[in-house]
């Protein structure tokens, strides 16, 4: 079945900085989307972006799906984007999400 | 996007008991999931809830272990059979909502077995 790794396993980051997270899978995929899993479990909704470019305020994803990989980029990282960060995808024809093994993100004050 | 939210929030259970979860959406949707995030891992699907049909398992998860219902539209239960300590896990659900195959999530049941 399809893999999908997450660079890098653990970030840690102080207030203000910008950070890159990758997302790789193995096999063509029609579905990806970013995920941040807050503290207490929460998995919040960040893209749906199975390919191209999007921005919402600080943060932007960009996914290239002919190379098998998306990014996700952090600007002026606050504390409270700490957390888990999950990639998921699925191929064709299927709802079947499979996850990422996620980085997991901790922003210094 | 659908609002979803699972009872109960957390719970701590003895080993060789059950416990049933409940997943409620504020909106008719064809299709819930049910995901296991064990702790410190990434999630894994159970199984696909349709309703007026049976549950679709991913392997290495069976009916009998995870017994799921899908009454209606609107709401799923899962149940973890027989706990062992083992099972102790966040349970997630989740259904497509919005765009065509974008999932969202519901806040999650954190269970421990004793």
């Not at chain 1, 207030?15 to 990806?32: H, K, P, Q, Y």
């Amino acid at each position: 079945g399809i893999q999908v790794e997450q660079s890098p396993p653990d970030l840690i980051l102080q207030e203000g900085a910008n950070s890159t997270l990758r997302c790789n899978f193995s096999d063509s995929v029609n579905n990806l989307q970013w995920f941040h899993q807050n503290p207490w479990g929460q998995l919040i909704n960040l893209f749906y972006i199975p390919s191209g470019t999007k921005q919402n305020g600080r943060l932007s994803a960009t996914t290239v799906a002919t190379e098998r990989y998306s990014l996700l980029y952090i600007s002026s990282s606050q504390t409270t984007d700490s957390g888990v960060y999950f990639c998921a995808v699925s191929t064709s024809g299927t709802y079947k999400y499979i996850f990422g093994t996620g980085t997991r993100l901790k922003v210094l004050a | 996007s659908a609002v979803i939210s699972q009872k109960p929030s957390r719970d701590i259970c003895q080993r060789g008991t059950s416990l049933t979860i409940q997943c409620q959406v504020d909106s008719q949707v064809t299709m819930m999931f049910w995901y296991r995030q064990q702790p410190g891992q990434s999630l894994t699907l159970i199984a696909t809830a349709n309703q007026g049909s049976e549950a679709t398992y991913e392997s290495g998860f069976v009916i009998d272990k995870f017994p799921i219902s899908r009454p209606n539209l609107t709401f799923s239960t899962l149940t973890v059979s027989n706990m062992s300590p083992e099972d102790s896990s966040i349970y997630l659900c989740s259904v497509e909502s919005g765009r065509k195959y974008e999932q969202y999530f519901g806040p999650g049941t954190r269970l421990t077995v004793t």
